[in-house]
C-alpha cells in the first residue's frame, strides 16, 4: 500500500468509516460464527464449509486493514472553497467530447471514491490527471486504454 494521500469528501469518508464499522462489528461476528459452525461439524481438514469461511475471514480482514490505511492518510476535499476556475480534486467539469460532440459533466474525486458510472472520476485516472489545473475552454489532449481523446472544457466549478 502507498502512503501517499487519499482525497476523500465528507461524504465519501462518511461512508467509508461506516463501512469500517460494518465490517468490524457485524461481519466479524458473523464470520467468527461460521468458522465455528464449522468447527462444530468435525472434521475441518475436509470441510468446505470451514475453508470457505476462513477465505472470507481473510478478505474481510484484507478489506478492513485497507479501509483503515485510506482513512489514516485521508485529506479531506473543501467542497466548500470558492472556486478558482481551475480544475482541482473536488471540482465538476462538463466536458464536450471532439470525437462525438457530445458533453459530459465529471467530478473529480480520489481514487478511494471514483465511479466513472456515477460521473466521479479519479484524480488518478488519465483523464482526471489531464484535467488537473486546466481552466475553461481549455483543449486537452488524454492518452487513454482505449486510445486518445480530445476533449474542451466547458466549464469549471
Known amino acids: 500500500m502507498t ?10 469518508r462518511a ?23 464449522a468447527k ?15 477465505k472470507s475471514q481473510a478478505l474481510l480482514e484484507g478489506r478492513i486493514r485497507e ?8 485529506e479531506l476535499i473543501d467542497e466548500d472553497a470558492h472556486s478558482t476556475g481551475e480544475v482541482r480534486v473536488g471540482s465538476s467539469v462538463t ?10 459533466t465529471w467530478t473529480i474525486v480520489g481514487s478511494a471514491e471514483a465511479n466513472p458510472r456515477q460521473g466521479r472520476i479519479s484524480n488518478e485516472s488519465p483523464i482526471g490527471a489531464a484535467l488537473l489545473g486546466k481552466r475553461a475552454r481549455s483543449k486537452v ?3 487513454t486504454p482505449s486510445g486518445v481523446m480530445k476533449l474542451t472544457i466547458l466549464k469549471v466549478k
Request: charged content about 45%; aromatic content about 2%.
Open 3 to 12: 502512503d501517499k494521500p487519499t482525497y476523500l469528501t465528507r461524504d465519501g
Open 15 to 37: 461512508k467509508l468509516e461506516a463501512e469500517l464499522e460494518e465490517l468490524t462489528t457485524v461481519e466479524r461476528k458473523h464470520v467468527a460464527e461460521r468458522i465455528a459452525a
Open 40 to 54: 462444530e461439524l468435525g472434521d475441518i481438514s475436509e470441510s468446505g464449509e470451514y475453508e470457505d469461511a476462513k
Open 67 to 74: 479501509l483503515k490505511h485510506i482513512l489514516s492518510r485521508a
Open 95 to 104: 466536458v464536450r467530447l471532439e470525437e462525438d460532440n457530445e458533453e459530459e
Open 141 to 143: 489532449t488524454v492518452q
